[in-house]
T-cell receptor
Framework: GAGVSQSPSNKVTEKGKDVELRCDPI?????LYWYRQRLGQGLEFLIY????????KSGLPSDRFSAERTGESVSTLTIQRTQQEDSAVYLC??????????????FGAGTRLSVL | SQQGEEDPQALSIQEGENATMNCSYK?????LQWYRQNSGRGLVHLIL?????REKHSGRLRVTLDTSKKSSSLLITASRAADTASYFC???????????FGKGTTLSVSS
């Protein structure tokens, strides 16, 4: 597709369950980011992938959060043993890569996660 | 921690009026970006201003940057109801690996 695609668009789960969120970046974009946005708040950086380099995981809030990406393709964000505080919109973005500080990020529509 | 802080948090205006939003940031930057978000979903990039630029225009958008005050402003002229959205400023973290966003300004334009 032409843009960043995220699935599912909405996810309702019970506390303690694991969830997996998916992101398909724009074809050819080497860099991929995950962010979390709580209601009424700005975006919190979670994790960054650049090509085959080791990811920057510095934003992951706990060891219940993990993410994978194979090469320059799809990424999955996994949240284990979900808690109510994990309820948020999870946004994925991709960029061309290269000179990172000059790159514009293209966002998906997000996954709205509700933990009951 | 959040790098940018927008002001005001909320702004309500009538169609045709101008809307001004401000952003302050903490560390040195190479550039600053403004994004728009509709209905709490995906963000759309609006404009990027580099640290050596003081003002930039794009259509009805005007962005200024004052690196001495570590602040930026976004002006939307002749606002329309379709401009209703949340607006965020963002700068890269020091590692250059991710954008740091403020909490945003929620703009409501009524017709």
């Amino acid at each position: 597709g032409a843009g960043v695609s995220q699935s599912p668009s909405n996810k309702v789960t019970e506390k303690g369950k694991d969830v997996e969120l998916r992101c398909d970046p724009i074809s050819g974009h080497t860099a991929l980011y995950w962010y979390r946005q709580r209601l009424g708040q700005g975006l919190e950086f979670l994790i960054y992938f650049q090509g085959n380099s080791a990811p920057d995981k510095s934003g992951l809030p706990s060891d219940r959060f993990s993410a994978e990406r194979t090469g320059e393709s799809v990424s999955t964000l996994t949240i284990q043993r979900t808690q109510q505080e994990d309820s948020a919109v999870y946004l994925c973005a991709s960029t061309h890569g290269g000179i990172l500080a000059k790159n514009i990020q293209y966002f998906g529509a997000g996954t709205r996660l509700s933990v009951l | 921690s959040q790098q940018g802080e927008e002001d005001p948090q909320a702004l309500s205006i009538q169609e045709g009026e101008n809307a001004t939003m401000n952003c302050s940031y903490k560390t040195s930057i190479n550039n600053l970006q403004w994004y728009r978000q509709n209905s709490g979903r995906g963000l759309v990039h609006l404009i990027l201003i580099r640290s050596n630029e003081r003002e930039k225009h794009s259509g009805r958008l005007r962005v200024t940057l004052d690196t001495s005050k570590k602040s930026s402003s976004l002006l939307i002229t002749a606002s329309r109801a379709a401009d209703t959205a949340s607006y965020f400023c963002a700068t890269f973290n020091q590692a250059g690996t991710a954008l740091i966003f403020g909490k945003g300004t929620t703009l409501s334009v009524s017709s």
